[in-house]
């Protein structure tokens, strides 16, 4: 019992052992995010509630399934959730979306909060919050938290990258919100990085530093 769901078909393991390989390009670790952000939508949503719709077909009537309930919505955590978003809505284009400014401070590991912007009507929608790295958790806590302080109950959290203590944590924070990640990885280090991992996701992907 880990605490997370981990999505471990085989295109998802190829491309993330891609992205943590220390000589893969920025282009190409950006590339490599989109394609497995696609993978990792299609198992957070595979047991999304459907109804049937009645539709004509060129031939005749049926009914048909549709998914029920309101557009769903994706809460980016930024900066580095905005490299899982891309894919995602190629995925569901009609998702609404969230956007939740957070750093981590370096020295304290505690996230400050710099924008937040999120649709309306959370509550009645599934609202599935992206970042690529839950290491401390502190991060995914507080974009949780700030999200169900403006209504949503229905929460899920997906990553490429879990730690251990991070899923221990966030489990305790967020009993309810169930996580899925692409892989658990052993610990975290002494400042507060996944280890093995892939090291500072936002700057692999923008070519920060
Ligand atoms: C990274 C990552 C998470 C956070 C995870 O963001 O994208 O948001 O760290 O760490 P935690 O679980 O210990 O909170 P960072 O703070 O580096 O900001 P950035 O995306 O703007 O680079
Ligand atoms: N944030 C990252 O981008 N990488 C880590 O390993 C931990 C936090």
Do not use: W
Not at 42 to 70: F, H, N
Not at 101 to 109: F, V
Not at 124 to 145: G, K
Not at 157 to 183: M, Q, R, S
């Amino acid at each position: 019992m880990t605490g997370a769901t981990v999505i471990d078909h085989p295109l998802v393991q190829h491309k993330l052992t891609h992205m943590r390989m220390k000589d893969t390009s920025t282009q190409g670790f950006r590339r490599l995010l989109r394609e497995i952000s696609v993978l990792l939508t299609y198992e957070v949503t595979r047991d999304l509630p459907i109804a049937p719709m009645e539709i004509d077909t060129p031939l005749q009537p049926m009914s048909a399934p549709v998914i029920e309930g309101k557009k769903l919505v994706f809460a980016s955590v930024l900066r580095a959730g905005n490299g899982l978003l891309e894919g995602m809505l190629e995925l569901v284009p009609a998702a609404r979306v969230a956007h939740i400014g957070l750093y981590r401070d370096p020295e304290t590991l505690q996230p400050v909060e710099y924008y937040f912007k999120a649709p309306d009507g959370l509550a009645e929608r599934l609202v599935v919050v992206v970042d690529p790295m839950l290491a401390t958790a502190n991060s995914a806590i507080a974009a949780v938290q700030r999200l169900k302080d403006r209504g949503a109950t229905r929460l899920r959290f997906l990553c490429l990258l879990a730690a251990p203590e991070g899923i221990a944590k966030f489990n305790e924070a967020h009993p309810d919100v169930p996580i899925y990640t692409a892989a658990i990885d052993e610990r975290l280090n002494e400042k507060g990085y996944i280890v093995p991992g892939l090291g500072d996701a936002g700057d692999r992907m923008y070519g920060t530093k």
